[in-house]
């Protein structure tokens, strides 16, 4: 009796404990403050949190590493070890008392898949915190046809391999997970024989990008603002790091708007769950890779949003982050190998941190120890660095983006810090999409220093990885650099507005550089009213995206003239006024607008007016002169029309380079030109004219 009085205490101490370790956990949890060490989920004690930006700041001490053994381990799995340590009978009246067991979550991942996509065949993957004792899967089903299974490396996990290229109408079938005690668990598991119909035709066309951020776009539904279990609850729209509401309903209710002012592509940044304790809004931190973030909407509110886009003509573009998690992605709390994370000795530190050097990647004088610095470091400390080589972590990741795309029909997608995967996983990533989607625009985001990096990423491009990452285009941070330089150094020969001109000169080295995506801005940086540092600059700039070369994109509010500066960067986050029920006005109508937010719509909306009249103008090819004393031009062409756009950077009016100008005006019988309200007004060209210091004109030729 005294024996098994003593296990009894012995079993109620462990439990006691057992729950107090999932208390700390769960803590630590809401704290926002864990990372990955070795094989167990390291959860910190305190740091120095800098609430200023978010980022900065040293972790305090670890909890006791043997003590992490247990507390990784999920609470059935403690029980069976019990068992071991005290007779049977004890531990089964103990069990009874057990309320713990089985209450985790069973996820599938994806969570259904279509019979003529990748020939219908998929490998998911099953994760229950409880499940270590995992003996085998069936699924009994005259259609959809179980191949293998295998275990996680981890415990709680199995991997799936089905085959549905054979289902003839949508079905749900019931996957059976046996474990060890109790009864199978019945997961459910959708087919369908083919993808829906929710996509526009192949992406030929260069339409003009514009970029939300959801969050900071408009509040279509209060009622997901403050949603119960997210570690981040309510909203703070006078905190620029808080959620401020922004969600998806919202972009949908302002499509019409964006129809208006010209745009014909929409990207968001990332819509996927993003549930960190704070500074989450942003959605590059994801915890969840099948999930639309509540706070956001539901994966209904994101098909709705793409179905009424395209119904306008307009395209989204999602937003895809393969390098990067959340440190509370449920497969990171819940790990399924500790190989898909790198590992970096000790707390984190600077470091772990990635160097941030993208040249890198193309460097043929690197020292390996900076490829694998920038490759392996993390991004951020709320933002464990995924190890893409790793088969089953680049096959999860390929599945998962292609779930997105036949799920939503999106038309593109944007890779967020391309460079900082691992090359080659990241080239057969996008491969895999490409083969499935070839109908697809996909580019990739990789900050990196000159033409010839950008290039090495783009298929076609014939070096680096540009034969095989099947990447339709890239973010053109050289051209969006030399515009930074064209305003602050003007007239120049290599620099100032000629820095533009090399950086263009240099477009033999894409297969199709019409397939860049252009940007004065984006949520990472100076806003380009703010950078150009005059209205004129700015519109001038704003004609040389807009008439440019290449897939403009703009950042949302520069056509209401938001002009904040990225210190930090939640300046560059506003809100758009009346996207809030609460606004005092509301911009997104023309009454709304002041004077001087309108004079910056109508610039915008007069600019796209032409490109959306004349597409195929934008679709080809481009002439341009080099700067001459400053002045700089190019010209499109579509059939009897040549669009001619002009500016001056220097400091000084200036004549009109007349050799250059006058083949584009030999066959001319009409000009117009744009004016400041958008709408045309003929004009005679001569060659006397002028042009003030940092103007611009853009020109109509009728020929
Ligand atoms: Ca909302
Ligand atoms: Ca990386």
Redesign the pocket.
Known sequence: MLTISLVMSTVRVTVVWAQAAEANMAAARKENKCFIENRLIVWCKKDTFDKTNGNQGEIGSVLDPKKLRFMHMPLAKLWIQTFSWSNSFVAATALIFSPISGLAQTTIDPPHWWGDLEEGRVEVLISNPDWADITEVRCQDEEVVLEGWREGALPGHVWVVLDVHGVTCPREVELKVFRNRGKAVRVPFGATPSLPQNRLDAWHESPTMYLIMPDRFA???????DVAGMLERGVDRTEMYARH???L??VNGRLDYLRDLGVGAVWMTPVVENDLAKTSYHGYACTDSYRVDP?LGTLEDYKALTREAHNRGIRIVHDWVPNHWGNLHRLLTHPVDSAWVHQWAGDFSEAKRTNYRSGVVVDPHRQEVDLAGFNNGWFDRMMPDMNQLHPDLQRYMGTNILWWMAEVGVDGLRIDTYTYGQQDAMAALTRRVADAFPESFMFSEAWVYGSAKQAALVEGSGFGWGDVTGLDGAVDFAWHFAMQEAVEQGEGWEHGIGAVYEVLAEDFLYPDPQKLVTFLDNHDTHRWIAEAGSEDKALAGLAMLLMGRGTPCLYYGTELGFDTRCEPDGKVRQDMPGGWAEDQRDAFTAEGRTADEQLWFDHIQGLLRIRNAYPRAFQGGMEHFFPKRGVYGFSREQDDVRIVTLVNAAAEERGLPWSNLAPWLADAIAVEALQADGTLAPISPRNSDTLPPWTHRVWLIHK
């Open positions: 509040n279509g539904n209060a009622r997901n603002d509401g922004g969600d309903q919202g706070r």
